[in-house]
C-alpha cells in the first residue's frame, strides 16, 4: 500500500501563487520505485482531469488549460511531488489530487482544495 498526503491548497486571488505538495508513504516504497507520478483535478459537477504527470526520468505532460502556467517537479529519492501553480484564474478552482502508479495499482490522496477567487 501507498499512502498519498495532499498540503499547500488555499484561498488565492487571481493571478495569484500557490505550490502543492504531495508526500508518499509505504513500505512497499523500500522495495519498488514509483513510476508515474500527477496530478489531477475535480471542479464541483466536472469529471476529473488530467492536470500534469511525470514519469521517474523527469518527462512531463500537462493538460492544456494549464501549460505555461504550472509546472509539476518530483523528487524521487524522498518520493515527494510537487505542484508550482502560477498565475491562477478562477477556473483552476477544485479539489487536488496527488497519483501514483506502482507495481500496475494507481493510487490517489484524499485532495486537497485550491479556490481562486477575488
Known amino acids: 500500500q501507498v499512502r498519498l498526503v495532499e498540503s499547500g491548497g488555499g484561498l488565492v486571488q487571481p493571478g495569484d501563487s500557490l505550490r502543492l505538495s504531495c508526500a508518499a508513504s509505504g513500505s512497499i516504497l523500500k522495495i519498488f520505485s514509483i513510476g508515474v507520478m500527477g496530478w489531477y483535478r475535480q471542479a464541483p459537477g466536472k469529471q476529473r482531469e488530467l492536470v500534469a504527470v511525470i514519469t521517474s526520468g523527469g518527462s512531463t505532460n500537462y493538460g492544456d488549460s494549464v501549460k505555461g502556467r504550472f509546472t509539476v517537479s518530483r523528487d524521487n529519492a524522498k518520493n515527494t511531488l510537487s505542484l508550482q501553480m502560477n498565475s491562477l484564474i478562477p477556473e483552476d478552482t477544485a479539489v487536488y489530487y496527488c497519483?501514483?502508479?506502482?507495481?500496475?495499482?494507481?493510487?490517489w490522496g484524499q485532495g486537497t482544495q485550491v479556490t481562486v477567487s477575488s
Open positions: 497519483n501514483a502508479i506502482l507495481t500496475g495499482y494507481q493510487y
